[in-house]
């Protein structure tokens, strides 16, 4: 049994889950779209992540083969990137070099690693959706100022999402803290950072 891994995911599942109640109270106090959406994206990540926890615990190794939690993370980043396109209503995207070469780059990256497991249409719909995301977060970096704090985070999100399963593939011991749960660390507490710049967003509209 992995001991900091155990530790690592239940933090994970805490800090999403009072992060996607904080997001909800607030997307119904200020009738938000951006935070409800927002406040799901946290809700699946964090679901992923307890049947994970949920499969130590009841068959007593972490699962090999875990669809249902990457059905679950899949849904978060389908969320985050409903998110994204939620923030464009209203403006014209067009096409951006820089953009979709952050895009393509993380995109062929999460394909070629074969992130979310073994499944290639898992790994493919994980890479589309990560790369639209990057798309959009890069794009309105450059087209508005003001958001660019939340666009350059989802971005750094995204890239820590597919630096995780790189560093995965070189890791071996999980008992104790290493690179992977640095990287891992990171990811959550930059998804939670999501919510105050959000609010930010909301208050300024």
Known sequence: M???ELLDNLFQIAVLLCACCAAGFFALRHKSRSLLILSLAYACFAMGTTYYVLYLVIMGIWPQVFYVAEISWLAAWLFYLSAQIERTEGRRVGFSCPAALAAAVLAA???LDRDFGPSRL????FALTAGATVYLAVFHMQTGAQRRGRDALMTGCAA?????YLVSNFTRDYTRFNLYYAVDLTLTLSMAALLPLTLREVGDR
């Open 2 to 4: 992995g001991n900091f």
């Open 160 to 164: 820590l999402q597919v630096l995780l």
């Open 122 to 125: 898992l790994s493919a719909l």
């Open 109 to 111: 990256t999460a394909f």
